[in-house]
């Protein structure tokens, strides 16, 4: 168990809609990072959060979007879902004694999109 | 831009056998890290093994060791004495002091009973 939580697990949805990807990292790590995960391709980086502030944004469409809140914890909003927005969503947290921790992954939210 | 890239999509092992995990890795930073995950089919991301780019000693835990080369922006995993438990998918990446994480395209490893 990594200490990240990721709700929900599984998600099914229709084109169009729009859902929240909830996380809450590890204990005290103020760092959140979103990964998107395709088929047959690697972890893209969407975005990640320090203490509440954007630090970093990747490839996020503007469709995206993330906050991290005052107790830490992030949701991604995903909307006007396409075919192609189905994926496995990965929230991770890093320590937060300087660079070069590793970082904590959840176990992912599983999104479908019909 | 950071690129991280695993030219072997695919690699297959004997058990108890060595096998080497490509990564490649483009940067104009002069500090950062470097990191194997797994992914196994349970899906949770573990590290494997990390390795800091000032450190010229490459990293090793256990079975697992890296071959670090700098210059040529090189950062291969050799799994020795591969066991079952080691099919997965690996995936390189790399951090710069901002925490920023870049990761590979990953490679499927299967070992072979």
């Known amino acids: 168990d990594s200490g990240v939580t990721q709700t929900p697990k599984h998600l099914i949805t229709a084109t169009g809609q729009r859902v929240t990807l909830r996380c809450s990292p590890r204990?005290?790590?103020?760092?959140v990072y979103w990964y998107q995960q395709s088929l047959d391709q690697g972890l893209q980086f969407l975005i990640q959060y320090y203490n509440g502030e954007e630090r970093a944004k990747g490839n996020i469409l503007e469709r995206f979007s993330a906050q991290q809140f005052p107790d830490l914890h992030s949701e991604l909003n995903l909307s006007s879902l396409e075919l192609g927005d189905s994926a496995l969503y990965f929230c991770a947290s890093s320590e937060t004694s300087g660079w070069g921790g590793e970082l904590f992954f959840g176990e992912g939210s599983r999104l479908t999109v019909l | 831009a950071q690129t991280v890239t695993q030219s072997q999509p695919e690699m297959s092992v004997q058990e108890a056998e060595t096998v080497t995990l490509s990564c490649t890795y483009d940067t104009s930073e002069s500090d950062y890290y470097l990191f194997w995950y797994k992914q196994p089919p349970s899906r949770q991301m573990i590290l494997v093994i990390r390795?800091?780019?000032?450190?010229?000693q490459n990293a090793t835990e256990n079975r697992f060791s890296v071959n670090f080369q700098k210059a040529a922006k090189s950062f291969s995993l050799k799994i020795s004495d591969s066991q079952l438990g080691d099919a997965a998918m690996y995936f390189c990446a790399w951090s710069n002091t901002g925490n920023q994480f870049y990761f590979g395209t990953g490679t499927s490893l299967t070992v072979i009973p």
């Open positions: 204990s005290g790590d103020l760092s």
């Open positions: 390795q800091e780019a000032y450190k010229q």
